[in-house]
């Protein structure tokens, strides 16, 4: 079982330019998460998923969105990256937004010049 | 006003117990209180949760107290490998009034042979 994966890794992107990152899930998981963690810092919350169909805004949404086709991926898209959004983004999953374990995948380190 | 706040750093020698606090005066009334442990280039990993008053686990406990506006994670004699950085995780209603996830800014836990 893989969990949950991410793709890509890493990435440099110009400023200006679109980018999709990828998210798998293979747990069956109702809700979905984007996080972005900063140099040294904590993660914050971009967008969620409660269920397949419907997203919400975390507490840094500017500058992203998000799709919910499926019960198994959620695609975070930057529609003109900025300097700023220099970070390293992680997706995660779990049964219930507001209980229980999330699950993290690795990680997409994504550089904006 | 931060939403989550905890103490940036903390050392400990192997074997002792280390307690780390979690101040979040604003919980939603609801949520559950969640601790993830993560290593550098990985993910958040889960620790443990709760919703009040004490739980343990094989690796951990959790107590919260009756107002539920902080909470402490224990760590019974630690090992090199627990040199982390710990997050609290609990849900918190927004500037929108809408229920959103925040993380703490982490506690980062030096064990010490």
């Known amino acids: 079982i893989a969990g949950i994966t991410q793709a890509p890794t890493s990435q440099i992107l110009a400023a200006g330019r679109r980018m999709t990152l990828r998210c798998t899930q293979d747990?069956?998981?109702?809700?979905m998460y984007w996080y972005r963690q900063d140099l040294g810092l904590g993660l914050r919350l971009i967008h969620y998923s409660n269920t397949a169909g419907t997203t919400g805004k975390g507490e840094v949404p500017d500058g992203y969105s998000v799709s919910r086709a499926n019960t198994d991926d959620f695609p975070l898209t930057l529609a003109s990256a900025v300097p700023s959004q220099t970070s390293v983004y992680f997706c995660a999953s779990s049964d219930s937004m507001f209980q229980g374990e999330q699950f993290f995948g690795p990680g997409t380190r994504l550089t904006v010049l | 006003l931060a939403k989550t706040t905890q103490p940036i750093s903390m050392d400990s020698y192997e074997g002792q117990e280390v307690n780390i606090t979690c101040s979040h005066n604003n919980i939603a009334t609801n949520d559950y209180i969640t601790w993830y442990q993560q290593f550098p280039s990985q993910g958040p990993r889960f620790i443990i949760q709760g919703y009040k008053t004490k739980v343990t686990n094989e690796v951990a406990s959790l107590f919260i107290p009756a107002d539920r506006k902080s909470s402490t994670l224990s760590l019974p004699r630690v090992s090199l490998s627990d040199t982390a950085v710990y997050y609290c995780l609990v849900g918190v209603l927004d500037q929108t009034g809408a229920n959103n996830l925040f993380f703490g800014t982490g506690t980062r836990l030096t064990v010490i042979p």
């Open positions: 747990m069956r998981h109702n809700a």
